[in-house]
């Protein structure tokens, strides 16, 4: 029965495999897709003197200009010009309803010279012990330790800084 359903004429398993060469429906409707994937670009057909028919002459240009036809407008088919009022009116709302982030807020200061220093501490020291490191800058040891210094110094001062008092229903956020 397992090879009487492999061999099978036309209800089998091999009967719905495509292989390399088959030429079935399936492999015809992916042909046909990958065949017409994406917008073609409809090009005008050149004669010889290097004009079409399809498009306007230059001469017509000046007659359509008077005519309070834009520039962009001019040199298309009157089917592709667009002259609905409804749709430039919705663009011209779309545009104006469009969202525009309110200013970026100013840079905050610390309240005190020492938070400004901690802070300083946190962002600074590590960024100059890595431009030390990148450009293998020799310095003494002294200002490597001073960095290290800073950095842990900052970071205490505000971890002791920080406000003690919590409510215990309190889970920090905040709406």
Known sequence: MRNRLRTCGGCGYRCRVTTPGDESRTELAWREIIDNYGERVVLPDDDASGTSKDTPSSAAAPDAREAGVSDAEAGLPDDLVDDDEVEMRDRAIAEAERFRPPPAPPFPVPRTWQRGLAW?????????????ALFSLWVTPLVGWALVGWFVGGFAYLVHEMPRGRDPWDDGSRV
């Open 120 to 132: 300083a501490g946190i962002f600074v020291a590590p960024l100059l012990a890595l431009v030390v």
